[in-house]
């Protein structure tokens, strides 16, 4: 439910599994580096997207960690990134393709990784809750119960 309580789809249920190991920690995500780091993108200053993993909230709230969308900090200002990403330098780490990010690949390549462990194609989870309206009154009475609660203790 704490999923769907939000202005999100509940596709961030995903990170359920993992709730044991982010307790207490900084969750530096990649999100928006399918826009920042692709080298084909018309890219605008500013964001295309407004918020990223609203789904999360009140998840880490509960569990205690911090959600950083590391990429997101550079992404504000899109042209350098994409004038590095151009970069004859950067030609070796560009394996061409719609999975084209040289970025990321150098950074991983320069750590150890090989390049057939990396990066050939995009693997997003997203699990599309078809009756999320439905559901959505029924999570937010879960969600205030839980603050209900602390309130009153």
């Known amino acids: 439910m704490e999923f769907i309580a939000t202005d999100g789809i509940g596709d961030d249920v995903a990170f359920l599994p993992f709730a044991k190991k982010l307790e207490h920690k900084i969750y530096m995500s990649g999100t928006y580096g399918d ?19 609203k789904g999360l909230t009140e998840f880490r709230l509960r569990v205690g960690f911090y959600n950083f969308p590391l990429i997101a900090v550079g ?25 084209d990010r040289p970025i990321p690949r150098r950074i991983i390549e320069e750590a150890g990784v090989p390049r057939r462990l990396f990066g050939v194609q995009k693997s997003a989870v997203s699990p599309f809750i078809t009756n999320h309206t439905e559901l959505f009154e029924e999570a937010i009475q879960y969600v205030m119960g839980r603050y209900k609660a602390v309130v009153a203790k």
């Open 75 to 99: 992404a504000r200002f899109p042209y350098p990134i994409q004038k590095i990403t151009n970069h004859w330098q950067m030609q070796k780490y560009s394996i061409g393709g719609e999975y």
């Open 35 to 53: 826009v920042i780091w692709d080298k084909s993108h018309k890219l605008s200053p500013g964001f295309t997207k407004l918020v990223f993993e």
